[in-house]
């Protein structure tokens, strides 16, 4: 197994992250360094707090917690941080003031959502009742005629087939 020095671990952390973004795969060929080490470095550095997609992908196709890290982040930054720290990772201000009104209106129609679902709900309990009750008229209707079938072979047994007259 090899050991890698902090130093190539970090330098290999810092292409992964923005504004470079380089995918892993490539990362792995130019670095010569093992995708699943470099997988491993990713998962560590995400388990600390780290912002690091190392996916390839822009800004816009990060998942949501990359985009909410951004966000939590950015939160206590002045214009100025702000400009500077989107310079740094290769980020548009516009970018992450979206995002931060995505976070902001993610709970905003929750009244209105719970409303929403209770209604449904209360419609769905109507239906299953509706059919609770026909599935219940229904079987008894089936317990009726197997009933008459039997009484009727019964009846044949004992009395014979009815004549024609």
């Known amino acids: 197994m090899k050991h890698y020095s902090a130093q190539s671990k970090e330098s290999a952390l810092q292409k992964m992250m923005p504004p470079n973004n380089i995918a892993i795969a490539q990362l ?4 010569g360094i093992g995708e699943s080490t470099l997988y491993n470095w990713r998962k560590q550095a995400i388990d600390k707090g780290h912002l690091v997609p190392g996916d390839g992908k822009n800004a816009e196709q990060w998942s949501s917690a990359n985009k909410f890290s951004v966000v939590l982040e950015t939160a206590s930054l002045n214009q100025a941080e702000l400009a500077e720290y989107c310079r740094g990772k290769g980020l548009y201000v516009e970018q992450v003031s979206a995002w931060r009104n995505a976070c902001i209106d993610a709970n905003a129609n929750v009244k209105e959502q719970e409303k929403a679902f209770s209604t449904e709900t209360k419609k769905d309990k109507k239906q299953i009742n509706q059919l609770e009750k026909e599935l219940r008229r229904k079987d008894k209707a089936l ?8 009484l009727r072979k019964k009846a044949n047994a004992i009395w014979g087939e009815a004549e024609d007259e």
């Open 143 to 150: 317990a009726e005629t197997a009933a008459l079938l039997v």
């Open 28 to 31: 792995s060929i130019e670095m």
